[in-house]
């Protein structure tokens, strides 16, 4: 199988907003990595196929719509029609130590439903049923903690320890928290 060919861009058209809100969500969030599913890009791009746009920490920003892969220099300047969107407030955490094995996480109390509540509500900024990821570091080389989240709420939030995903019930962290249940710094992901 070959390698599909990179093309260097100043644009991805459509695609601009979402590459600025990452980009910037990369920074709010203190996050290692800021990961958009977007269902029909629109223009060039066409409704066929979902775009992936990937935007992680000194590195190009990469888009990638079905076979065809676009770089763009992580500090371009992009001509948007309209700012960024302002923000969740993400509060600056230490990095938690997530087991991958286990699915056991030390955190601050209430960091790991602070970083899934403020991840749903920037996944919204998105629209339709669009998916965000973002990733952050862990106290662990190489294994990073991310929160999943549909924009559209359809689906429970996904954590994830390296390559390891524990899909949250319905209704979590809200839920367990209205209902006495624990709002402590390990959920139940095992």
Request: negative net charge; hydrophobic residues 40%; charged residues 20%.
């Amino acid at each position: 199988m070959t390698e599909p060919s990179v093309d260097l861009v100043a644009t991805v058209g459509p695609l601009d907003p979402v590459v600025a809100l990452l980009r910037e969500l990369l920074h709010v969030a203190s996050a290692n990595r800021a990961l958009a599913v977007i269902e029909r890009p629109g223009g060039d791009f066409g409704d066929d196929e979902p775009a992936v746009v990937d935007v992680e920490r000194l590195s190009p920003i990469e888009v990638t719509v079905g076979e065809r892969v676009y770089h763009l220099p992580h500090s371009i300047d992009l001509d948007l029609d309209v700012p960024v969107a302002t923000l969740p407030a993400f509060k600056p955490l230490p990095p938690f130590d997530a087991d991958p094995e286990t699915g056991d996480i030390a955190a601050p109390l209430g960091g790991v439903e602070r970083y899934a509540i403020d991840t749903r509500a920037a996944a919204a900024l998105l629209g339709g049923a669009n998916v965000l990821q973002l990733h952050w570091d862990t106290a662990r080389p190489r294994v990073s903690f991310s929160v999943t989240a549909r924009a559209d709420d359809s689906e429970p939030l996904v954590l994830g320890i390296g390559e390891e995903s524990f899909p949250m019930p319905p209704g979590w962290p809200e839920s367990q928290t209205l209902a006495g249940g624990s709002t402590a710094t390990e959920p139940d992901v095992g």
